[in-house]
């Protein structure tokens, strides 16, 4: 059975930082973070995969955010610099082994057959 576990979350001001991981049970080909704010779709932050390395960011992260991935533990990491109040929502790890996924689908939600329970990120401004 497939397990992702996200840990890392927490309260930080604007300007602060975190780091979020994501426990995997196995292996996976792909490997994304996702979040959603109250009243909103959930959307794809970044995402990594395996053998291409490949790394996708949404626009509104790039440059303060960082994916990476410990391969040997199957830990999936978002380091988040300069974090802003819209930045605040559930943080979701995603996950799957299909290896037919273009990287311009990365970041669609629809790919990813397994999800982590989330962790809360709140920025107060």
């Known amino acids: 059975q497939v397990h992702l576990v996200e840990s890392g979350g927490g309260s930080v001001q604007a300007g602060g930082s975190l780091r979020l991981s994501c426990a995997a049970s196995?292996?996976?080909?792909?490997m994304a973070w996702f979040r959603q704010a109250p009243g909103r779709e959930r959307e794809g932050v970044a995402a990594?995969?395996?053998?291409?390395?490949?790394?996708e960011y949404t626009n509104s992260v790039k440059g303060r955010f960082t994916i990476s991935k410990d391969n040997a533990k199957n830990i999936l990491y978002l380091q988040m610099n300069s974090l802003k109040p819209e930045d605040t929502a559930t943080y979701y790890c995603?996950?799957?082994?299909?290896?037919?996924?273009?990287?311009?689908?990365?970041?669609?939600?629809?790919?990813?057959?397994?999800w982590g329970q989330g962790t809360q990120v709140t920025v107060s401004s």
């Open positions: 196995g292996p996976f080909y792909v």
């Open positions: 990594i995969e395996e053998d291409t390395n490949t790394i």
């Open positions: 995603a996950a799957d082994s299909s290896e037919t996924i273009y990287s311009f689908q990365l970041l669609e939600e629809r790919q990813y057959r397994n």
